[in-house]
């Protein structure tokens, strides 16, 4: 993944305007799953660099995964939040049933509320001279196969709000030759990522 050109284009005052919107406001970066480190670490360099002057903008980055289990914490499952955190977090094999209830509450409406929420907080903000037009999301390998990225942005339409932010997803992965279609991990296709505009070619 070229850092640079991504770091110039989050620079560019066109682009840190969400109202400028191209078409919408969804946005792929891919890079090789190899790089998830380096990627982490840049999203963070990202993060300091951009609240600086010049930019002033405050970026929330959502590890998606870290969501899905402070949710999970947040509901009423009892002792067994923690159980079903300790399972993602592991090596374990788990139950089909166990396999089951994460997927559905990943699924979920209310986890979708929750990342809507997060989301909200962030770009309601006042009191301060910072702007918030990113959303920075990864963590996508870590939360498969409990969620798909194509999945998630379809469901998240319903709260999506394109002229107040764009959501910029770090995708471990790559466009494959149609232009809609990408392939997590290089090896699994999903599909239905027509809306998502994608910001590096590797």
């Given at each position: 993944?070229?850092?640079?050109?991504?770091?110039?284009?989050?620079?560019?005052?066109?682009?840190?305007?969400?109202?400028?919107?191209?078409?919408y406001n969804y946005y792929i970066v891919q890079y090789n799953p190899d790089e998830e480190a380096e990627v982490e670490?840049?999203?963070?360099?990202?993060?300091?660099?951009?609240?600086?002057?010049?930019?002033?903008?405050?970026?929330?980055?959502?590890?998606?995964?870290?969501?899905?289990?402070?949710?999970?914490?947040?509901?009423?499952?009892?002792?067994?939040?923690?159980?079903?955190?300790?399972?993602?977090?592991?090596?374990?094999?788990?139950?089909?049933?166990?396999?089951?209830?994460?997927?559905?509450?990943?699924?979920?409406?209310?986890?979708?509320?929750?990342?809507?929420?997060?989301?909200?907080?962030?770009?309601?903000?006042?009191?301060?001279?910072?702007?918030?037009?990113?959303?920075?999301?990864?963590?996508?390998?870590?939360?498969?196969?409990?969620?798909?990225?194509?999945?998630?942005?379809?469901?998240?339409?319903?709260?999506?709000?394109?002229?107040?932010?764009?959501?910029?997803?770090?995708?471990?992965?790559?466009?494959?030759?149609?232009?809609?279609?990408?392939?997590?991990?290089?090896?699994?296709?999903?599909?239905?990522?027509?809306?998502?505009?994608?910001?590096?070619?590797?």
């Amino acid at each position: 993944m070229d850092f640079d050109k991504i770091y110039a284009k989050l620079s560019d005052p066109n682009f840190q305007d969400p109202e400028k919107s191209d078409i919408y406001n969804y946005y792929i970066v891919q890079y090789n799953p190899d790089e998830e480190a380096e990627v982490e670490r840049t999203l963070a360099s990202f993060k300091d660099v951009l609240v600086r002057p010049n930019n002033y903008i405050d970026v929330l980055s959502l590890d998606i995964f870290d969501e899905f289990c402070s949710f999970l914490d947040s509901q009423s499952f009892g002792d067994s939040a923690s159980f079903l955190k300790e399972l993602l977090e592991s090596e374990a094999e788990m139950s089909e049933q166990v396999e089951n209830v994460l997927r559905n509450n990943a699924g979920s409406e209310d986890f979708y509320h929750w990342i809507h929420q997060r989301i909200q907080e962030h770009i309601s903000k006042e009191g301060d001279n910072l702007r918030r037009p990113f959303i920075f999301l990864y963590g996508i390998s870590r939360i498969y196969p409990y969620l798909r990225t194509n999945v998630l942005l379809t469901n998240y339409e319903n709260y999506n709000e394109v002229t107040r932010y764009r959501l910029i997803i770090f995708y471990p992965g790559h466009k494959i030759q149609d232009k809609f279609t990408y392939n997590l991990f290089g090896q699994l296709k999903e599909t239905n990522m027509y809306r998502a505009i994608l910001l590096n070619e590797e």
